[in-house]
Each structure stands twice: as C-alpha cells, then as structure tokens.
C-alpha cells in the first residue's frame, strides 16, 4: 500500500509540474517591423504622427497593459484588444512639435510578452516655420 501511495504521489507531482512548465512557455512576444522612427526635419506647430506595426509571434495571446510616454508633447494610442498569435497590432504615436529644437522621445510599453517592458523611440527635429 505504501508503494501504491509513494507512486501516486510522484505521478501527481510528475503531472502538476509538466502542466506548470507547459503553461510558463506559453507566452507572447512582439515582433515589430521597426523600434526607431525618424521623423527628420518637421515644421513647428504641427503635429505628426507615426504608427509602429508589429506582429505577436508568441504561443499566447497578446495582451498591452500600458503604454508611457516621458512627456504631454508624445500621445501613444494601441490595441485595446488581446492580439491573437499571428496576428498584427500597431501603436500610434503623435507627438506635437511645439518648440523648435531635436527631440527623441520614448514610448515604453508594459504587456504580457516574453519581454514585458519594450522601449520604442520617436525623433527627429522641429524646425521653426
């Protein structure tokens, strides 16, 4: 009966830890086409835009939790919606060129990807008109 009980037991721990392992390798991860964007020369006062595109190529669905900018001047608008293995999501980043000087700007993303924090930049310089 001990025998029984101590084979049990190590089936069941065999089983819970092969389904813990299993679960832990399934995640999402981004692929974007491009981190940087360099907008080059741009008018004062005007805003502009650039959508950065990726592609979940994890095994989980994709999920952004968050995304900051360093100041009011950069707005990040994303994919409210989890992003399926395969498929493609994008972020667009507006940034309001109000004072005439180079700028580089990060947009940090928090989600549940293999790689939970991603940094994106945006610059160029903002020219007087």
Do not use: W
């Amino acid at each position: 009966m001990k025998r029984f009980v101590m084979i049990c037991t190590i089936v069941f721990a065999f089983l819970a830890f092969a389904g813990i392992t299993a679960s832990a390798q399934e995640k999402a991860e981004f692929k974007f086409e491009q981190e940087t964007h360099d907008f080059g020369k741009i008018p004062q006062g005007t805003p502009v835009t650039y959508t950065f595109k990726f592609t979940n190529t994890g095994t989980a669905p994709l999920i952004i939790s968050n995304i900051q900018s360093t100041c009011g001047c950069t707005v990040p608008d994303y994919s409210k919606t989890p992003v399926k293995p395969g498929e493609e999501g994008q972020i667009k980043v507006t940034f309001n060129a109000a004072a005439a000087q180079p700028f580089s700007k990060p947009i940090t993303i928090a989600s549940n990807a293999k790689t939970p924090s991603k940094t994106l930049i945006i610059k160029g310089e903002v020219v007087a008109k």
